[in-house]
């Protein structure tokens, strides 16, 4: 039992935190699983600390030579289940299998998206068998499976309880002059991070001590940082790549500002929520899956820097009752355990894997 999960993106995303969580669940069940990613890469680099079997590939021009390279890697390891989320991937992935002889693909779509099949998803559904898994009962709705795929699997996002917080609180919420504020950015959010810098640049003079660290995609790392320097608030922050642990800044956190996207804010809402730090995000059917308002965070409709410089000088100000949601963000996260998509996985893979349905 072998299954592949192909990553093109360079950056870690929360789509490959997905991918790394399910490889993990399906070797718990006896898999063995590997991932290809580019060679040298911050993805390789993460998913290799996570203790994932990572193959490196050089990038290559087009999917028919991109899928003869990933056909050696499938030949080798004798793959049976190829694990893609882009439309490309899908094409490169089919293209491998069909090229090596075995294996299917199942393409998973990102959490509070839409699956689409365009002409490349169409050419890779004819070069091989093709399953579809999901992240939540709701992205599925109203979506059959395209003619002649295998079945369609639902496998949500969880996360591991973490290190219990201090009895003791911290920051703003002890009463202390320090608040501390952690915001989560994500891929296509940089016009979104910018807004979070200003805001922060507006609540400056009333929150002196205010300090924030900022999780950022490396591709917009130096444009945010050029921002924080022109606004005047480049001391007050501290900057992380997307894919650094995260542990260590919600220990200390009053609150956790997501400001990414689809898989990005999924897992950066769970991670906040396993640590018993309130959520302040955009009101969205994505972030209400998670998060309840006013009970373990504060979700409001989109703003401007103003609006949300007021609403986060509001969050932190109530100490008492963001002392209160602390439970309630535990008692959220416990919902979404590690382990919740692992059936959705197991059966998508099993699917997948069956030989009869490799003839595409």
């Given at each position: 039992?072998?299954?592949?999960?192909?990553?093109?993106?360079?950056?870690?995303?929360?789509?490959?935190r997905?991918?790394?969580?399910?490889?993990?669940?399906?070797?718990?069940?006896g898999?063995?699983?590997?991932?290809?990613?580019?060679?040298?890469?911050?993805a390789?680099?993460?998913?290799?600390?996570?203790g994932?079997d990572?193959?490196?590939?050089?990038a290559?021009?087009?999917?028919?030579?991109?899928?003869?390279?990933?056909?050696?890697v499938?030949a080798?390891?004798?793959?049976e289940?190829?694990?893609v989320?882009?439309?490309?991937?899908?094409?490169t992935?089919?293209?491998?299998?069909?090229?090596?002889?075995r294996?299917?693909?199942?393409?998973?779509?990102?959490s509070g998206?839409?699956?689409?099949?365009?002409?490349?998803?169409?050419?890779a559904?004819r070069l091989a068998a093709?399953?579809?898994?999901?992240?939540h009962?709701?992205?599925?709705?109203?979506?059959?499976?395209?003619?002649?795929a295998?079945?369609?699997?639902?496998a949500?996002?969880?996360?591991?309880?973490?290190?219990?917080?201090?009895?003791?609180?911290v920051g703003?919420?002890?009463?202390?002059?320090?608040?501390?504020?952690?915001?989560?950015?994500?891929?296509?959010?940089?016009?979104?991070?910018?807004?979070?810098?200003?805001?922060l640049?507006l609540?400056?003079?009333?929150?002196?001590?205010?300090?924030?660290?900022?999780?950022s995609?490396?591709?917009?790392?130096?444009?945010v940082?050029?921002?924080?320097?022109?606004?005047?608030v480049?001391?007050r922050?501290?900057?992380?790549?997307?894919?650094?642990?995260?542990?260590?800044?919600?220990?200390?956190?009053?609150?956790?500002?997501?400001?990414?996207?689809?898989?990005?804010?999924?897992?950066?809402?769970?991670?906040?929520?396993?640590?018993g730090?309130?959520v302040?995000?955009?009101?969205?059917p994505?972030?209400?899956?998670?998060?309840?308002?006013?009970?373990s965070g504060?979700?409001?409709?989109k703003?401007?820097?103003?609006?949300?410089a007021?609403v986060?000088?509001a969050?932190?100000?109530?100490?008492g009752q963001?002392?209160?949601?602390?439970p309630?963000a535990?008692r959220a996260?416990?919902r979404?355990p590690?382990?919740?998509?692992?059936?959705?996985?197991?059966q998508?893979?099993?699917?997948a894997?069956?030989?009869?349905?490799?003839?595409?």
């Amino acid at each position: 039992m072998r299954a592949c999960f192909v990553v093109h993106g360079a950056t870690w995303s929360g789509t490959t935190r997905a991918f790394s969580d399910a490889a993990s669940l399906l070797a718990m069940r006896g898999y063995e699983t590997c991932f290809v990613v580019p060679s040298g890469s911050e993805a390789e680099q993460c998913l290799a600390a996570a203790g994932q079997d990572v193959i490196g590939l050089s990038a290559a021009r087009g999917w028919l030579r991109a899928g003869w390279r990933l056909r050696a890697v499938v030949a080798r390891r004798l793959s049976e289940v190829l694990f893609v989320h882009t439309e490309h991937e899908h094409l490169t992935a089919a293209a491998a299998v069909r090229l090596a002889g075995r294996g299917a693909v199942v393409r998973r779509t990102p959490s509070g998206e839409r699956l689409s099949i365009g002409r490349d998803g169409r050419l890779a559904m004819r070069l091989a068998a093709t399953g579809f898994v999901f992240a939540h009962a709701d992205d599925v709705r109203g979506m059959a499976p395209p003619r002649g795929a295998l079945a369609a699997h639902v496998a949500p996002a969880g996360v591991a309880a973490a290190t219990p917080r201090p009895s003791a609180a911290v920051g703003a919420i002890a009463g202390s002059s320090a608040p501390r504020l952690a915001i989560f950015a994500g891929a296509d959010r940089r016009r979104e991070s910018l807004v979070a810098l200003r805001a922060l640049a507006l609540l400056a003079p009333r929150m002196p001590a205010l300090r924030a660290t900022v999780f950022s995609p490396r591709d917009d790392a130096d444009a945010v940082r050029i921002e924080a320097a022109a606004l005047g608030v480049a001391d007050r922050i501290e900057w992380r790549a997307t894919g650094a642990p995260r542990g260590d800044v919600l220990a200390t956190a009053d609150l956790a500002w997501v400001i990414a996207s689809a898989d990005d804010a999924v897992f950066a809402m769970l991670d906040a929520l396993a640590h018993g730090v309130p959520v302040l995000g955009e009101r969205s059917p994505l972030a209400a899956r998670f998060v309840e308002d006013g009970v373990s965070g504060v979700l409001r409709h989109k703003g401007d820097e103003a609006e949300w410089a007021s609403v986060v000088a509001a969050s932190l100000a109530r100490s008492g009752q963001s002392e209160g949601m602390r439970p309630a963000a535990l008692r959220a996260a416990a919902r979404w355990p590690v382990d919740a998509g692992a059936d959705g996985w197991l059966q998508v893979t099993e699917a997948a894997r069956d030989r009869t349905r490799w003839s595409a």
